[in-house]
Every structure is written in C-alpha cells, then in structure tokens.
C-alpha cells in the first residue's frame, strides 16, 4: 500500500443470502455459505400493492426534502423508511436464517472482522426493493451505514474475477453528457466540482481524472482503447419498458439525445480489460424490470464482465452525489474493498446531511468475491512527478490520443495436432420413451493435464489472464486414465425433464409451472446444483441398466482436450462465434451440437467450451497438481477432504480465457445458477 494510506484494509467474512421462488409457499431463503454455517427458511413478498404505493411515497418525499437548505425530513417519513427497513429485514432473517446469521455476526467481531451481506436474488420483484435501507432495530442503525455490515447485490458469474495489480494514480475517465432536449446539466459545474472533491488525491498522485469533451459514444470507444480504471458518468438515465433494459442519455452529432442501451455500453465498456468500476450518477441506472433480474444498466454491465457498479436507485442531488465521490475514491484508492469503499461514502452523506436519506441512492452490484478490486503494489511510487509539466487537454478541444507503436506478440506455440483418434460407433443409453443419450468413446491412455508455461504466458499475453491465478492448473503434467464413454452433449431440458417427470424432483427454478421454457427442449439444463446432476446420474443408472455417474476432472479434461495438451477442444485458435457460445455474444444458452463439428473435441464430445459450465465429480484442491505432477497417476478421483466441487468449461458468458480446456473453477455444490449444468459418463 502507498504511504498515503490512511486507512487499513478492511477484511470481511461472508454471509451469502440466496433469495429464489420456492413452489407454492412463498419464496426460498438459503445461506449458501457463512461463517454460521447453512441455513434455510421460507418468506413472502412483504408488501401489498398498497404497501408498496405508501412507502414509495413517503420515500420520494423524504428524498425530495434532501434538495432544501437544511436537508432536514419530515419524522413522519423517516419512521416510515425505518419501518420500510424493518419490514425487508423480517423477510431475510427469519428462522435459521436469522440464527446464522446472528452467528456469523459473533464469529466476524471474534476474529475482528467485518460481515458482507451479499444478496443473491433472483425473484425480479424483490429484486426491485430498496434492500439498501435494511434496519436493525437494537442497533437503531441502517445495516447500510455500518461498517462491518455492508450490503451487496452480489451476482455469481462464471468468469474468473481477481484484483487488479496497479501503480498510482487510479485512471478515471470521467463523462457528462447534457443533450440539448433534456433538462439541462450544468457540465463545466459538474466537472468542477468533482475535481474540486479529488483534487487532494490528485495532488498526492493517487487519482487522475480526465473528461470526454462531446458525449458521444464514438469518443467513448475511442478513449477506451487506453487503459482505465474507472468509469464516472454524470448524465440522464431511465429504464425502457418495451425493451426491458435500462439506458443511458448520450449526445449526437446535433446535439440532441442519442439513448444508449445498457448492452451496447456493456458492449463499449467490456471490452477494457483493466475496467474495475463503473460509477453512474444517472437516474434510475439501478432500476430494473419485473421480468428479469438482468435488466438495470447496473446488472447488465456487472453481467457483461465489470466486476462492480454502482449505480442509483433514485435521483441524487449534486451536493450527495459529490460527497459520496470525495469519501468513496479516497477509500478505493486506499486500498479499501470496493463495499467497504461505499460504506465509507455513505456515510460521509449521512453527516454531512443532517438525516438525508440519500445515502441508501446508491447501490453497489457487485461480482468479485472479496469487493479487492485493484492490488496497489507494495512500494509503488504515485506517478504525481510523472504527470506534472503535462497541461490537460483545453476543455474547448477534443482529447487526441498519440499512436502507439505495436510490438509483434510472440507466436503461440502449437503443439503438434496428432490424428484425429479412430472413433467408435457412439453408444446410446434409453433414458425414457422417446428420450436417448448419446456417449462417444474415449480410449485408455495417458494425457496432459494442466496448462504449460507456454500456455500460461498465451493466456496473459493475448486473453487478459493474471498469471498467478492460474497456479492451479499448472504444473501440467501426465495422467493415465481407463477407457469410458462421456456424453457427446450437455445434459439437455429434454433429458432432465424425463427425470423431473420420474422422480417428482423439484424442476429447475425458471421452468415456470414446471414446463421448460418455450423452444429451449434441446438447450442444456441449467439452475441444477452438484446434488441434482448426481442424483440425476442415479436415476439414469437405473433407467438405462448402465453405471452413469458425473466424470472426474481429469476424465472431463481429456474428452475435451484429446493427448497432445491442446488449449481448446479443437486445437490452439482462440474461440470465435463459429466453434462456441462465449464471451455473451448471443446472450444465452444455445441448444446442444449448434457448434459441431467445427468446435467438437478429438473425440466428438460438443459444447465442451462454453454454452455452460459442466459440475464433475471430484471436490477441488488448489494443490493437487503439484503434488502428483511427480508420478504418473492412474484414474485421479481429486481431494478426498471436503471444499467445493469443480466446475468445468465455461459457459456463455465466459471470456476465451475462462474456455481453454484447463481452466478450473469451483463453487459450493449446493447453489444453482443459470450458467450451470453438466455431462455423463459411463465407464468402460
């Protein structure tokens, strides 16, 4: 950490609150994971229509009274927001749910740490609540203007999220955008003030701010081929009913509103590697539809690959919105988690303005697992000398970008691509009257396993990888496993419904009324946790007269991969929208064989890149590789303590680099979540 720190790195335990509709008795709380353990319990929708339209006025009227003078509300309001908070608390913490999490608030002050409450919820109607205004009453306090207590709209996404080594300054690119036919915004005060609120941090070389000058989002794209670290935009926002997504008021060439839909700026912003934040004062950027939970321009971004966003649920004054800035970059540039960098700026509002409620305006969505967005290198030395002698661009004429000059990147190593194996005729299993599953034969023999260092060095150089977050996949080393069949494709709708229809197993979380959704028979399962695809494997045991299970690491490895070491299943080319569904080009599951055989695995195994990510048997250990990498292990089962499940793949949403046949990732084996699924296997 800089010298300039002054305030030490907070350090959370985490309370993971999983909010889904249970089936006909209300709505299904579980603590995935805590330092309390798990829990379960069932709540209801805490409001009546009435409710809602009563508390949502006597919100606006207390938000209103921020713009007077003295930023004092009326007590009758205030109440009525604490028993607005106290309502959406009684429907989280009931049960077991409230004694874990009683629990884990013990185990965190113990260990002298602080308790993050990530909200996973998926109901798009509770997910519309304010939630930032959750109030505990022996406190007397809003859980949000706690320290130890941040709240998080935490959404679990299949890429790989770690912090960002950097050297100050932290680059913020700042853009106002005021078109002509909206209400106008004062962008010279706006960005003055701002620069006011920074201009210690700047000082010290700890934050630079630069401006777009026009609005438009062609300097937008423009801008983002330079690294950042922050996106700040002031401007209009609102949420589009028909298109059901949130956008974004920019400028065209005449001046007047060109909106920007939150997936074309996610389209814009996601393509900046070193892009941790986005922070837009915009009105309702956090404001979603009831149809889907990925619908606000704050999700969509977070859903798009910014590990956080924060957005506003209501309007902001000027005055809050530039207090919250000064506090929250000071604290992120301090090396602050990103939630605990938020609970700093609000509580700078909550001072600064005597019983303003604007503090619960922002909101914090939020993917990365520990809110450790950027690593400030030890004894990294601001860049304040650096920038000094360089005048800012003049604000009357566009920012030019000098060109740079392009180094050659070094070739990939290719490996030398062997034969495609002879294949057997594919062996298929009756699941049910109309329903098969087709397994491709994979002979015995040894593999590599793992990633080299050449490999390794690809993936930073040319997919945005952080070299010490692949340590466990490495070192690559050779396995020899028995011959098997594995399942030529993800288990599908079709398939799992069989199932469903067998065993009166609960159905996937967003069939509605039980039925797959229209047109998606022949898509992978998704919503199914580690425990639903081994139970599932049970049954087809016993439908098929056939030993199915889940393959392990190393069996699921090998399909995809072939002998020879390969990056993807089908040799070294980076992926592209002829071989896999990644990167959320298409924005959903596609349905099974859609990329064959152009991104088949040597052995004609589809889908093994993308489309979802597949459980496997085997718990996970960060240090298995190495410890076996000295001998030539036979048939490896993995950890036999237990820690998470594995999860291999990618999905399609995951970046080229989350893709390559070695990339490992793990996860409870209790949560479900719309990107995973899973194959069989049959031995042989």
């Known amino acids: 950490m800089p010298e300039q720190s002054k305030a030490p790195l907070i350090q959370y335990l985490n309370f993971d609150l999983e909010i889904s509709p249970a089936r006909e008795d209300g709505y299904r709380l579980a603590v995935l994971d805590s330092p309390g353990g798990q829990a379960e319990a069932i709540t209801q929708f805490p409001f009546s229509q009435n409710d809602i339209e009563r508390y949502d006025d006597k919100l606006r009227i207390a938000l209103l009274s921020a713009g007077v003078s003295q930023r004092l509300i009326p007590s009758s309001e205030e109440k009525a927001v604490q028993e607005l908070g106290l309502k959406l608390l009684a429907t989280l913490m009931r049960g077991q749910v409230q004694r874990c999490f009683a629990r884990s608030l013990e185990i965190a002050a113990q260990q002298g740490k602080g308790l993050r409450l990530r909200l996973r919820i998926q109901p798009p109607e509770l997910a519309a609540l304010p939630w930032e205004y959750l109030y505990e009453p022996d406190q007397g306090e809003y859980l949000c203007l706690r320290r130890d207590t941040p709240v998080v709209r935490y959404l679990s996404l299949p890429q790989t999220i770690q912090p960002l080594e950097i050297q100050p300054p932290l680059r913020i690119l700042g853009m106002v955008a005021s078109p002509l036919d909206q209400e106008e915004i004062e962008i010279d005060t706006e960005q003055e003030r701002l620069e006011q609120a920074l201009q210690g941090l700047t000082r010290k070389g700890l934050v630079k701010l630069t401006w777009l000058e026009s609005g438009d989002w062609r300097e937008l794209q423009s801008a983002l081929r330079d690294p950042w670290h922050v996106f700040h935009f002031i401007g209009h926002g609102r949420f589009n009913e028909q298109t059901d997504e949130g956008e974004i008021a920019l400028c065209k060439e005449d001046g007047n509103t060109h909106l920007l839909g939150a997936t074309q700026l996610a389209r814009l912003l996601g393509n900046q590697r070193s892009l941790r934040l986005a922070l837009l004062n915009s009105c309702e950027g956090a404001r979603g539809g009831r149809r889907d939970i990925f619908s606000s321009t704050a999700s969509i971004l977070v859903r798009r690959g910014l590990p956080a966003v924060i957005a506003m649920q209501h309007k902001i004054t000027n005055q809050a919105a530039i207090e919250f800035a000064r506090v929250f970059y000071e604290s992120l540039a301090e090396g602050l988690p990103v939630d605990a960098a938020v609970s700093e700026g609000r509580t700078a509002i909550s001072i600064a303005f005597k019983r303003s409620l604007e503090w619960g305006t922002p909101v914090l969505y939020m993917r990365s697992p520990d809110g450790l967005l950027f690593q400030v290198q030890p004894g990294a030395q601001p860049a304040a000398q650096k920038e000094q002698g360089q005048a800012a661009p003049p604000k009357s004429a566009p920012r030019k970008r000098a060109a740079k000059p392009q180094e050659p990147a070094a070739a990939a190593p290719k490996p030398e691509q062997p034969q495609t194996p002879e294949r057997k005729a594919p062996s ?37 990888a952080d070299e010490k977050y692949l340590k466990d996949e490495q070192p690559q080393h050779t396995v020899e496993l028995s011959e098997y069949w594995m399942g030529r494709y993800p288990v599908t709708n079709r398939q799992y419904q069989a199932f469903v229809q067998a065993t009166n197993r609960t159905a996937p979380r967003h069939w509605k009324g039980g039925k797959i959704p229209a047109g998606k028979e022949q898509h992978p399962v998704v919503h199914v946790s580690w425990h639903d695809a081994l139970a599932f494997c049970q049954w087809a045991s016993q439908a098929s007269g056939q030993a199915v299970r889940l393959p392990t690491e190393a069996e699921w490895e090998k399909a995809a991969r072939g002998t020879d070491g390969r990056t993807f299943p089908w040799g070294e080319e980076r992926p592209d929208e002829k071989r896999c569904n990644f990167g959320g080009k298409v924005g959903d599951t596609t349905p099974v064989g859609r990329y064959s055989p152009q991104g088949d695995s040597p052995y004609g195994c589809a889908d093994m890149a993308g489309n979802v990510c597949e459980w496997v048997a085997d718990w996970y250990d960060k240090g298995e590789y190495a410890q076996r990498a000295q001998a030539v292990p036979r048939d490896p089962q993995g950890p036999q303590r237990e820690t998470f499940r594995g999860l291999r793949g990618g999905s399609w949403g995951s970046s080229d680099n989350d893709v390559r046949s070695a990339n490992r990732v793990d996860y409870p084996p209790v949560i479900t979540y719309y990107y995973d699924g899973f194959r069989c296997l049959r031995s042989g």
Do not use: I, N, Y
């Not at 298929?428 to 990633?451: N, Q």
């Open 428 to 464: 298929v299993l009756t699941l049910a009257s109309g329903v098969t599953m087709e397994l491709v034969h994979v002979p015995a023999g040894p593999f590599l396993m793992g990633s080299s260092p050449e490999q390794v060095q690809r993936a930073v150089r040319e997919m945005g």
